[in-house]
């Protein structure tokens, strides 16, 4: 069983930026696929970016240019950085681990999420 603790997110004015953490614990991180998602209200979690365990990583149309994942194996954390930041990226973020060391687009093929923390993009 892996276990993820998020932090970071909050209220964030539009043109801004934010870090978002995600320590994991349980298991070697060396196996994990790492992602995020993000999900607004009546929608679907969505893929925001991967990171695999040889750091290939990939990133969502809305967020390519702006976003950038990253780990850190020597503290068992992984990043999301993200700029440039919009009303549209307001969402509840979750992050996700998987038994594989690829990671995913699709949330129904992770093993392992996050509590969730919410990021709030004012105009």
């Known amino acids: 069983q892996v276990q993820l603790v998020e932090s970071g997110g909050g209220l964030i004015q539009t043109g801004g930026s934010l870090r978002l953490s995600c320590t994991t614990s349980?298991?070697?991180?060396?196996?994990?696929?790492l992602g995020w998602f993000r999900q607004t209200p009546g929608n679907q979690r969505e893929f925001v970016a991967g990171?695999?365990?040889?750091?290939?990583?990939g990133y969502s149309d809305a967020v390519k240019g702006r976003a950038t994942i990253s780990r850190d194996p020597n503290k068992n954390t992984f990043y999301l950085q993200m700029n440039s930041l919009k009303p549209g990226d307001t969402a509840v973020y979750y992050c996700?681990?998987?038994?594989?060391?690829?990671?995913?687009?699709?949330?129904?093929?992770?093993?392992?999420w996050g509590q969730g923390t919410q990021v709030t993009v004012s105009s």
């Open positions: 996700a681990a998987r038994n594989t060391g690829a990671f995913g687009y699709t949330a129904g093929i992770y093993d392992y």
């Open positions: 990171i695999s365990n040889g750091d290939f990583t």
């Open positions: 349980g298991r070697p991180f060396s196996g994990l696929g």
